[in-house]
């Protein structure tokens, strides 16, 4: 099993915020994640569809896994999300990509789709990184 194969399925194991919320990574490369994740009553807005807090979340969560794939932990300095549709159906899929590594920090771009394939947001997500490796 490889360093990231073992990684995806430690976080898929761990039972803390990831497991809270359902999420439930799909596909990890160097500096890439995917992840999907169901929505549900819990996870609506007042109008029926996913809470942009939930999608932020998503957008949290993937980027900083896809960014602790070189073996370092990362904690979010900061991030922009655009909320471009409502998002509905069963599933939400994230995908994750650092676009920007240096020393201390890294960049990734987020993009969230519902189950239909349509993109509903995206996101910038700005990280430090911490001492100890994600899944320890």
């Known amino acids: 099993m490889t360093d990231l194969e073992l990684l995806k399925q430690k976080l ?5 915020y990831m497991h809270f919320n359902g999420i439930e990574v799909t596909k990890l490369e160097p500096g890439y994640c995917e992840a999907r994740a169901p929505m549900g009553e ?10 942009g807090g939930y999608l932020f979340t998503l957008c949290d969560t993937v980027a900083g896994i896809a960014a602790s794939t070189g073996g370092r932990g ?5 991030a922009d999300v655009h909320y471009l ?12 990509r650092v676009v ?3 020393r201390n ?9 519902d189950d239909a ?10 990280m430090f990184f911490v001492g100890q490796p994600l899944a320890d």
């Open 12 to 16: 898929n194991e761990q039972k803390g």
């Open 117 to 126: 394939g349509r993109l509903a947001a995206t996101a910038g997500v700005d």
């Open 42 to 51: 819990e996870k609506l807005n007042p109008h029926g569809f996913a809470h």
């Open 74 to 78: 990362v904690v979010g300095r900061s």
């Open 100 to 102: 920007r590594q240096g």
């Open 105 to 113: 920090m890294a960049f990734a771009t987020v993009e969230l789709f």
């Open 85 to 96: 549709r409502p998002a509905g159906g069963e599933y939400i899929t994230a995908r994750a």
